[in-house]
């Protein structure tokens, strides 16, 4: 297994490497890709933008799936959590390592594809050295290296994922030290004034877990009350009873209108004090490499339009997997447990097999 590219094993800058099918991330579903495709023996490498599952890095600590252990497990290695609950992110991250030694994965970490040119013969891959991956806080200040290789490859699996930028506010004081548009470290939150901004699950866990870690926390949703149809069914009540209890403030059909250190002015009039801001209204994809291969992209969420058999784009030899199919959801459908079918669907159509996915599969894909 080589996680990180060692210096032996590293490529030449500005040499250019040919292979047949280039599989771009290394997510859970970029992970169990690799695993079939390797079983598979075809011919391939595996490129990531920071560290092996590094989506899940940029989670609060501790932070919990939603799904329970077995849908997430992938590529048929167990994920045994000692309390038999939902996995943590910790779990998890550790759980992929294990995946990528059992299969002995070779994926080239801290590379990120930057450019991808179709060609007659098929594509040009341009890679720079990334120091984390496409996500995060720290992807906000991301400023491209130097150029490192150039890579040919017939066939490119863009397994991206679909959680890339937040989605900004453009409002006066977005920028600030005390604003984030990620939870990190609830510890940091203790007996502080925190306001968070959002309505759906991240924003009302956040909720519950900066008020149990001794915040005083008030939020703010646009909507009227809390959809019990889009938060969790074990977050749902526990919010509902803190807000009944006054344990967190809820200012219900508001928006922020500008931050300063001190305090945030809602558009409803009020002037909420706050030593920090969280900004949790959810992500967009980074969308640039469909652009450059002219994916064509379709509906509110602009997802690329794919053939659902084979996975495979309008760009003939170019597939998509995992969350990436959903381009910026607005309503979750896509989540691991719904796109280990994908695998199913890449492997056979690279070995000009059709799969025999079930209609189950397919609807559950599309529910
Ligand atoms: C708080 C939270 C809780 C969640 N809970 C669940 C849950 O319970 N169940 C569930 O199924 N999902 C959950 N999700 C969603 C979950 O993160 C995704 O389902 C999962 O990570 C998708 O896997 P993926 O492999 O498709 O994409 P990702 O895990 O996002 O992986 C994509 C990878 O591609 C890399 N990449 C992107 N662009 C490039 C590039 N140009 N070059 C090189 N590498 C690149 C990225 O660095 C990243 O590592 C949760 C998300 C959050 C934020």
Redesign the pocket.
């Not at 969420?301 to 659902?308: F, M, V």
């Given at each position: 297994m080589h996680i990180i590219p060692h210096e032996e094993t590293k490529p030449k800058r500005f040499t250019m490497r040919t292979t047949d099918i280039v599989i771009?991330?290394?997510?859970?579903?970029?992970i169990e890709l690799a695993a079939a495709i390797n079983q598979a023996n075809l011919e391939y490498l595996h490129?990531?933008?920071?560290q092996i599952?590094?989506?899940?890095q940029w989670?609060a600590p501790g932070?919990k799936?939603?799904?329970s252990p077995e849908r997430?497990a992938i590529a048929g290695v167990p994920l045994i959590v000692a309390d038999q609950d939902k996995a943590t992110r910790e779990n998890y991250l550790d759980y992929l390592l294990a995946v990528v030694g059992t299969y002995q994965l070779d994926i080239e970490t801290y590379?990120?594809?930057?450019k991808v040119e179709k060609q007659p013969d098929g594509f040009a891959l341009t890679t720079t050295r990334s120091f984390h991956?496409?996500?995060g806080p720290e992807e906000l200040g991301y400023t491209p290296t130097q150029t490192t290789e150039t890579i040919k490859a017939k066939r490119i699996i863009l397994?991206?994922?679909?959680?890339h930028t937040p989605r900004m506010l453009d409002i006066p004081g977005e920028d600030l030290p005390h604003v984030a548009h990620y939870l990190g470290e609830v510890h940091q939150y203790a007996n502080q004034r925190v306001l968070i901004v959002g309505g759906k699950n991240?924003a009302v866990e956040a909720g519950i877990r900066l008020f149990r870690a001794g915040a005083h926390v008030t939020m703010s949703y646009r909507g009227n009350a809390f959809d019990p149809d889009r938060i969790k069914y074990w977050l749902y009540p526990e919010i509902e009873y803190l807000i009944k209890k006054n344990k967190i403030a809820f200012i219900p059909n508001s928006t922020v209108e500008s931050i300063n250190e001190r305090a945030a002015k809602l558009n409803t009039g009020d002037s909420i004090p706050a030593d920090f801001v969280l900004l949790l209204t959810g992500y967009e994809q980074?969308q640039s490499?469909f652009h450059q291969l002219g994916i064509k992209l379709v509906g509110e969420d602009r997802k690329p339009k794919l053939n659902l058999k084979t996975m495979e784009t309008n760009i003939p030899n170019v597939y998509v997997a995992?969350?990436?199919v959903a381009g910026s959801q607005t309503r979750t459908k896509v989540?691991?447990?719904t796109?280990h079918i994908h695998t199913d669907r890449i492997v056979a159509a690279l070995q000009n097999r059709v799969s025999d996915a079930t209609p189950e599969d397919y609807w559950l894909e599309e529910s």
């Amino acid at each position: 297994m080589h996680i990180i590219p060692h210096e032996e094993t590293k490529p030449k800058r500005f040499t250019m490497r040919t292979t047949d099918i280039v599989i771009i991330g290394a997510g859970p579903i970029g992970i169990e890709l690799a695993a079939a495709i390797n079983q598979a023996n075809l011919e391939y490498l595996h490129l990531e933008a920071g560290q092996i599952g590094s989506t899940m890095q940029w989670w609060a600590p501790g932070t919990k799936y939603f799904s329970s252990p077995e849908r997430i497990a992938i590529a048929g290695v167990p994920l045994i959590v000692a309390d038999q609950d939902k996995a943590t992110r910790e779990n998890y991250l550790d759980y992929l390592l294990a995946v990528v030694g059992t299969y002995q994965l070779d994926i080239e970490t801290y590379t990120r594809v930057t450019k991808v040119e179709k060609q007659p013969d098929g594509f040009a891959l341009t890679t720079t050295r990334s120091f984390h991956g496409v996500g995060g806080p720290e992807e906000l200040g991301y400023t491209p290296t130097q150029t490192t290789e150039t890579i040919k490859a017939k066939r490119i699996i863009l397994a991206i994922g679909d959680m890339h930028t937040p989605r900004m506010l453009d409002i006066p004081g977005e920028d600030l030290p005390h604003v984030a548009h990620y939870l990190g470290e609830v510890h940091q939150y203790a007996n502080q004034r925190v306001l968070i901004v959002g309505g759906k699950n991240s924003a009302v866990e956040a909720g519950i877990r900066l008020f149990r870690a001794g915040a005083h926390v008030t939020m703010s949703y646009r909507g009227n009350a809390f959809d019990p149809d889009r938060i969790k069914y074990w977050l749902y009540p526990e919010i509902e009873y803190l807000i009944k209890k006054n344990k967190i403030a809820f200012i219900p059909n508001s928006t922020v209108e500008s931050i300063n250190e001190r305090a945030a002015k809602l558009n409803t009039g009020d002037s909420i004090p706050a030593d920090f801001v969280l900004l949790l209204t959810g992500y967009e994809q980074d969308q640039s490499l469909f652009h450059q291969l002219g994916i064509k992209l379709v509906g509110e969420d602009r997802k690329p339009k794919l053939n659902l058999k084979t996975m495979e784009t309008n760009i003939p030899n170019v597939y998509v997997a995992g969350t990436a199919v959903a381009g910026s959801q607005t309503r979750t459908k896509v989540f691991i447990e719904t796109a280990h079918i994908h695998t199913d669907r890449i492997v056979a159509a690279l070995q000009n097999r059709v799969s025999d996915a079930t209609p189950e599969d397919y609807w559950l894909e599309e529910s």
